[in-house]
């Protein structure tokens, strides 16, 4: 919550029905209700399909509900705005262009000041360990370089709200450990409101404050966990708590017969 007591976003009995021509109305999302704080990390957790994705889209502004509505402190989300950057998984870089004319290129469709562009895009690639790579093109890049050239320029932009849509989904196993410690670093030292998406369990557990986990059919929040650096430290709660969480995906994925509890 702000010291007002307001939370930074608030998503209020948010539905989603998509028209279909083949099967008529689909509900994608029913009924969601989340608050997040200021400077909080929450993970949206859920099997495929269930609508994380759809719902990170109506807090970007970018997909209306059909129902209930979305505040950014306390006021009605309409539409995208430069409080709100999303950080997809696929990166959608130019590769024309060289690292940092791809970090400034938000700020230029700004009309910010090219000085204060270079200077502001430096700063955060220098944050996500790119400092040397700025006149290079991003054709010569790995992928987990290029998805931290994409979050340097979501963080350039200055935004109060990070909203991220799997970011590391792409990478091999050692690639995502180490964008998950630069983005927990991240996290650290900028304090930004994080909503982030992820199918991992353990991704989930090791960035987040809370985990919010979805069931499906239609998308909706079954459970929420809060979580904290001591219970981090405890393998046991960690394990228990990856348990609970995967008995409960487990009953939306699963029939009824086949789920085995732990």
Not at 156 to 184: H, K, N, Y
Not at 198 to 216: F, N, P, Q
Request: glycine share 8%; net charge neutral.
């Amino acid at each position: 919550m702000s010291e007002t007591g307001t939370p930074k976003l608030s998503v209020q009995q948010v539905g989603k029905t998509f028209a279909t021509a083949a099967a008529g109305p689909f509900r994608a999302l029913s009924d969601i209700r989340l608050d997040i704080a200021v400077e909080e990390f929450v993970s949206l957790l859920g099997p495929s399909g269930c609508g994380k994705s759809t719902l990170l889209e109506i807090i970007a502004g970018l997909q209306f509900p059909s129902d209930g509505r979305v505040l950014m402190d306390g006021r009605p989300v309409t539409g995208p705005g430069p409080d709100r950057a999303v950080v997809f998984q696929h990166f959608a870089l130019f590769p024309w262009r060289t690292v940092r004319a791809n970090v400034e290129f938000p700020m230029e469709m700004a009309k910010v000041a090219r000085a204060v562009r270079k200077t502001r895009a430096l700063e955060h690639l220098r944050m996500v360990g790119l400092d040397g790579f700025a006149d290079r093109h991003i054709w010569q890049l790995s992928g987990g370089m290029q998805q931290r050239v994409a979050l340097a320029r979501a963080m350039a932009c200055t935004p109060e709200v990070l909203l991220m849509d799997e970011p590391f989904s792409g990478a091999d196993a050692i690639t995502r450990e180490l964008l998950q410690d630069q983005l927990v670093t991240l996290h650290r030292a900028t304090r930004k409101t994080i909503l982030f998406v992820t199918h991992s369990v353990d991704e989930a557990i090791k960035l987040s404050d809370r985990i919010v986990v979805m069931g499906t059919r239609p998308g909706r929040i079954v459970s929420i966990f809060p979580l904290n650096e001591q219970a981090r430290s405890h393998p046991d709660e960690v394990a228990q708590l990856r348990g609970t969480i995967w008995n409960l995906l487990r009953k939306e994925i699963l029939p009824a017969d086949q789920v085995e509890t732990h």
